[in-house]
Each structure stands twice: as structure tokens, then as C-alpha cells.
């Protein structure tokens, strides 16, 4: 045992200036491994759906678990950059690589105007400016047609030729580990630090010199590019889209999955992106009905599991310690009863 964690303890430092971990490595590794061992294409698009949406839930959750500001419009950046992209693609021949990276670019620099707007006054402000800036620009996608198609819908050029999913799922999966991986690093340096004081604290945090504006802006703009890019990269996937990717309802899909996964964890959301997904795809059939347990499953997982997936090995670990105790203090009991 004690050789297992001396070499744990020496692959876990190298792996740790990149934001991995030995575990990290291995589910990532696992993942990769899917598309080879996936029974048919259905399940590797549901592989790269709960890749796009863990990606997703991953850069709400560098807000909203650090930096205490959930950003409501997040959908609603995440469809500006596949518009962005896909227009791009259509109107002026950019290539969807660069198109996505644009999007991305977009979609922060929105975020940017929230955040110098809203990051000096309380939370919720950034988080209904954000949701309002959502519904304007599906609005404005809607009021649009002869550039959007609107209702219609606007097809998109896919990034590759032909139905197989393989390809989409390691370009979304590239997308993933980077996302993670870079989240990870900021969180463990002092950047992170900072953030987690203002999370937690935000009087505190200024009193000690860290600066509200800057420090939320840096997160809650690294949080709306990584929308974009993932948006950018939706868009060329599904082949189509509508004012509908901007909706509340997605919002509410990424809070669940951030929430569920424990916020401020980063890969919580990831992981309960693969638990949850296939179970609501499987629910495609219930329409509108799937929505509403989403905001039931989403009020209960606040209510009673506050902390997430990723608080589930602390609580077993203290549930444990608790009947070791409980035991150790009954046995202490007998042999003192024995004694007498």
C-alpha cells in the first residue's frame, strides 16, 4: 500500500502542471477509447453529445462554482457562436476551424460587456443582464430571415464528409480535455485563489487588495469563450440551426449538469454529463414533459444533494469514520462494562 501511493503520489506531480491526475488521465483515456469499443454510430452521437454538453456544464461551472455568478445567458452565447461560425462559413467562405475560434471570440466579447457592466455590482445582476442579452439575440436571430432563415432553420456545412460520428467525437473530445485541462491550471494557481475568495466572500476579498472587476471579468470572459467555441463547434455537428439553441431550455440542461456534477469541481459537471444525458435521451419521446423533470431533477439536487457528485466520496468517507467511531465508542462501552 505504501508503494502504491509513493508512485501515485510521483505520476500525480507532473500530471498536476497540466490540471490532470492520475484518475483524470485514466477516465479521459477510457474515454477516448469509446468510439473503438461503441456498438453502433447512435451511441458514438451520444458520446459526442455528452461531450459538447460536459464541455458546456464545465464552462458554466468556472463561474458559477468559483466566482458565484451564474450566467443565465449561457445558451444564448453558446448559439451566437454556432451562428457566428456557420454564417461566416456561408457568407464569406471562412473555414469552419476558424469559424469556430470566431465564434468563440464573439461570444467572449459579449461576455465582456456583461462583466464590465455588471461584475462591480451584486451576482444576480450579471446573471439577468446575461439572460436578457440571450433573449435579444434570439430575437434578433428570429426577426432576421433573409440572413438566418429564422424559424426555418439555417443549414450548416458539417466538418466532415460522410455519417460517421468518430471524427466529431476527438475533435469534441480535443475540445474537452483542453477545456479541462486549462480550467484545472487557472483554478490551482493563484488566479484561482482569487476567485475562490470572491466566491466565497466578496467583502473579504476586497479588503485584502483583490479586485471584484478584474478577477470576475477574467473568469466569467474565459467562461463565455469556451461557450462560443463549443457553440461553434454544435453548429457544425448538428447540420442545422434555429433560434431555439438560444433558449432557456438549454440553460437549464447545463444548470442541471452543473449543479448534479457539484460546483466548483470542474470535472463534476463532465461526469454527470455521461450519467445524465443518455438517461434524457432515452426520454426524447416525453417533448416538453423531459423540461419539467429537468427542473424538478435540478430543485431536488439543490435541496438535498447541495454538494453534488463530487462532495459523494467525502460523505461516504465521513459516513464511514462516523461507524468506525460509533463502533470504537461501543466497544470502549462493553469493556468497560466487562471491567466493573
Not at 479586485?211 to 473568469?219: A, E, G, V, W
Request: with cysteine.
Amino acid at each position: 500500500m505504501k508503494n502504491l501511493k509513493t508512485t501515485y503520489t510521483l505520476c500525480a506531480k507532473p500530471l498536476n502542471k497540466v490540471g490532470l491526475t492520475p484518475l483524470s488521465l485514466v477516465a479521459f483515456i477510457l474515454i477516448a477509447l469509446f468510439p473503438l469499443i461503441s456498438p453502433n454510430e447512435y451511441y458514438t452521437r451520444l458520446g459526442v453529445t455528452c461531450l459538447i454538453w460536459g464541455t458546456l456544464a464545465m464552462g458554466f461551472d468556472f463561474s458559477v462554482g468559483y466566482i458565484n455568478v451564474a450566467n443565465w445567458g449561457y445558451a444564448g452565447l453558446m448559439g451566437a457562436g454556432a451562428y457566428i461560425s456557420a454564417l461566416a462559413n456561408q457568407y464569406f467562405d471562412i473555414s469552419p476551424w476558424i469559424g469556430m475560434i470566431l465564434g468563440g471570440a464573439v461570444a467572449a466579447l459579449l461576455g465582456l460587456l456583461i462583466a464590465l457592466l455588471t461584475m462591480k455590482m451584486d451576482a444576480m445582476f450579471a446573471a439577468l443582464l446575461a439572460w436578457f442579452v440571450g433573449i435579444v439575440l434570439q430575437n434578433i436571430i428570429a426577426a432576421i430571415p433573409d440572413i438566418t432563415r429564422g424559424a426555418m432553420g439555417l443549414n450548416v456545412t458539417l466538418l466532415f464528409r460522410g455519417a460517421r460520428a468518430a471524427p466529431y467525437y476527438y475533435v469534441i473530445f480535443v475540445i474537452c480535455i483542453l477545456t479541462f485541462c486549462i480550467l484545472r491550471m487557472i483554478v490551482n494557481s493563484r488566479y484561482g485563489l482569487s476567485f475562490r475568495a470572491l466566491g466565497q466572500d466578496i467583502e473579504a476579498a476586497k479588503a485584502v487588495g483583490i479586485s471584484p472587476l478584474k478577477y470576475r471579468t477574467m473568469n466569467f470572459v474565459v467562461s463565455c469563450l469556451i461557450a462560443g467555441i463549443v457553440g461553434g463547434f454544435y453548429g457544425h455537428f448538428v447540420g442545422v440551426l434555429s433560434p431555439n439553441v438560444l433558449g432557456t431550455r438549454n440553460v437549464v440542461q447545463i444548470l442541471v449538469l452543473a449543479y448534479i456534477g457539484g460546483r466548483g469541481s470542474i470535472w463534476g459537471p463532465l461526469l454527470a454529463s455521461f450519467i445524465i444525458m443518455p438517461i434524457f435521451e432515452s426520454m426524447n419521446s416525453l417533448a416538453e414533459i423531459k423540461y419539467i423533470i429537468y427542473g424538478l431533477l435540478l430543485i431536488v439536487a439543490m435541496i438535498f444533494f447541495p454538494g453534488g457528485i463530487c462532495k459523494l466520496p467525502e460523505k461516504v468517507r465521513s459516513l464511514v469514520a462516523d461507524r468506525k467511531s460509533g463502533k470504537t465508542a461501543a466497544e470502549d462501552t462493553g469493556e468497560a462494562v466487562v471491567k466493573k
